[in-house]
């Protein structure tokens, strides 16, 4: 793929982090911080994925994005994305958003396949994002979110994937109007 790929996942990035910035409510920024992530078609490494350098915190109430969309900016998001892709090719796209309970409830009362990991049950030597996505997947068969309750110095995590920035985004944004003032 040549370089049109690349500017066009960057380009949906772009976008993308203009509506979480503008809609999504803070609160579903996790401690480590956020980031989106989009593949160039038929991605096999980090390299082909686009994310925020520095992902983006939460700044008083604000949204903000550290740095700029790069390639290979995230390799966190990229280890998602790219797993993802080996069960549905179609499945590009993935941003992490804060876990709780109570987000949790929310999102399992939207039209969204929901799974998750124990991270307790990891093998040795894996990459936790590797083995984790792929615990959650199957043939042809992505969830739209899968969460983990963290471990030892790894915070809990709900990650959010779709076939492009856009419908991730469009989950988030579903998401927070829920939250509302809700205590998480």
């Known amino acids: ?4 790929g690349k500017e066009k996942v960057i380009e949906a990035v772009q976008k993308a982090i203009g509506k979480i910035s503008e809609y999504m409510n803070p609160k579903l920024i996790p401690e ?3 980031n989106i992530g989009f593949a160039i078609p038929d991605a096999t490494s980090v390299s082909d994925v686009a994310a925020v350098e520095g992902r983006i915190v939460r700044k008083g109430d604000a949204v903000f994005p550290v740095g700029d969309v790069k390639m290979g900016a995230s390799d966190h998001v990229a ?5 993802a892709m080996k069960y549905d090719p179609e499945m590009r796209a993935a941003a992490n958003v804060r876990y709780s309970d109570v987000i949790l409830k929310i999102l399992k009362d939207m039209p969204l396949e929901i799974r998750s990991f124990d991270r307790s049950r990891e093998p040795a030597g894996v990459s936790t994002m590797d083995w984790g996505v792929a615990s959650c997947c199957s043939e042809d068969d992505v ?3 899968i969460y983990d309750l963290g471990a030892v110095g790894k915070e809990p995590m709900i990650r959010i994937l779709g076939e492009d920035p856009a419908s991730v985004v469009n989950n988030i944004l579903m998401l ?3 939250i509302n003032d809700k205590i998480l």
């Open 1 to 4: 793929m040549g370089p049109d």
């Open 32 to 34: 480590v911080g956020m």
């Open 79 to 83: 280890r998602i994305i790219i797993t």
């Open 143 to 145: 969830p739209d979110v």
């Open 176 to 178: 927070s109007e829920r």
